[in-house]
Nanobody, 125 residues
Framework: QVQLVESGGGLVQAGGSLRLSCAAS????????MAWFRQAPGKEREFVAA????????YYVDSVKGRFTISRDNARNTVFLQMNSLTPEDTAVYYC??????????????????WGQGTQVTVSS
């Protein structure tokens, strides 16, 4: 089992920045892909960004490209999401997820077997 705990959410004005962290514990050596998803009120959970264990491959949804950066520190078993130039449309609960799979469908929530409890990000206009 792998446990994930997110932190770093909060309230920020449009144009501001936040850095989310996801600390993993347990059988972390089995995880290959780590990702961030988000869910806004009344909407389905959507993929935001993913990173492979090596850190060499990263993936983003088009709406955050150039603004968000995902990174990981394997020594600390932590994944980060640096979010810049935030807009009200980024308001959501952000979830960290981990997968044992090395799949091209990194955007599919069904490929992730471990989830954090979520952290709220609110961007005011």
């Amino acid at each position: 089992q792998v446990q994930l705990v997110e932190s770093g959410g909060g309230l920020v004005q449009a144009g501001g920045s936040l850095r989310l962290s996801c600390a993993a514990s347990g059988r972390t050596a089995s995880t290959n892909t780590m990702a961030w998803f988000r869910q806004a009120p009344g909407k389905e959970r959507e993929f935001v960004a993913a990173i492979r264990r090596s850190g060499g491959s990263t993936y983003y949804v088009d709406s955050v490209k150039g603004r968000f950066t995902i990174s990981r520190d394997n020594a600390r078993n932590t994944v980060f999401l640096q979010m810049n130039s935030l807009t009200p449309e980024d308001t959501a609960v952000y979830y960290c997820a981990a997968s044992n799979y090395l799949t091209t469908a990194y955007y599919a929530s069904t490929n992730y077997m471990y989830w954090g409890q979520g952290t709220q990000v609110t961007v005011s206009s």
